[in-house]
């Protein structure tokens, strides 16, 4: 996605100010495409829309340029293992992964990749969402993608109770799968619901997030030590 702009969510008093990682401003020398999960509407779309406006950005003037000279960039790709992927092929240069993400261990592994930098960033709102002709009652089918899925039950609206948990590769998808009406409720963000058409049927919440930033790692220079003669 081109030329998103991050907005700041209304002011919590459950959690604090966004934390970063200063030695983040140094991946921002000429690119910063930053490439996360998608589809349009997820958290980690609007956590690379505050990495762009609010980080990188800080360290020129404005919005920090992408590789090709143009305006920064946001990558969003249907996985994690997707956006990773633009990265070593070298189409992006950023790969932004929420922490919370059950294998994120792979990319702080990865020894072509490096950790640029981290930032603690609240999400947008959570909640669970259903069509606007559809107002579940008793069992629902839920689809959640399964970092948040813990906020089920907290957020369950009365009358209804949990019978079937579908996973789905990120909140976005998820709200898609409510719109085609292939489960009763979404555990989703505030725009990606939006974007589907879907109302939120609960309260919603916000979750404290610490995002990790990834970049190529320099060619190694290790050699194989020699036997002795």
Avoid at 38 to 47: I, K, L, N, V
Avoid at 50 to 64: K, M, P, Q
Avoid at 67 to 72: I, Q
Avoid at 199 to 220: E, G, K, N, Q, Y
Wanted: one cysteine or more; proline letters at 8%.
């Amino acid at each position: 996605m081109i030329g998103y702009r991050y907005r700041p969510p209304a002011p919590s008093r459950r959690f604090g100010r966004p934390v970063v990682d200063l030695s983040l401003t140094a991946a921002a020398d000429g690119s910063a495409t930053v490439a996360t999960l998608g589809p349009t509407g997820t958290s980690s779309e609007a956590a690379a829309g505050f990495l762009i406006d609010r980080v990188l950005g800080e360290a020129g003037e404005g919005t920090a340029p992408a590789a090709d000279g143009g305006p920064a960039r946001i990558a969003l790709r249907e996985t994690y293992e997707q956006a990773h992927r633009l990265v070593l092929d070298r189409e992006a240069d950023l790969l932004l992964v929420a922490n919370a993400y059950a294998q994120i261990s792979r990319f702080y592994m990865d020894p072509r990749l490096r950790l640029a930098g981290a930032f603690v960033l609240d999400t947008p709102q959570y909640g669970l969402a259903a069509r606007t002709d559809r107002r579940p009652a008793g069992p629902v089918t839920v689809a959640t993608h399964p970092a948040p899925e813990p906020l089920i039950e907290e957020l369950m609206p009365a009358g209804c109770q949990v019978d079937t948990v579908v996973t789905a590769a990120s909140t976005s998808l998820a709200a898609a799968m409510a719109d085609r009406g292939e489960v009763d409720l979404a555990l989703t963000t505030e725009l990606a619901a939006q974007v589907s058409g879907l109302d939120f049927v609960s309260r919603s919440r916000a979750i404290r997030m610490l995002w990790s930033v990834f970049a190529l790692a320099p060619a190694r220079t290790d050699t194989v030590p020699q036997p002795r003669a």
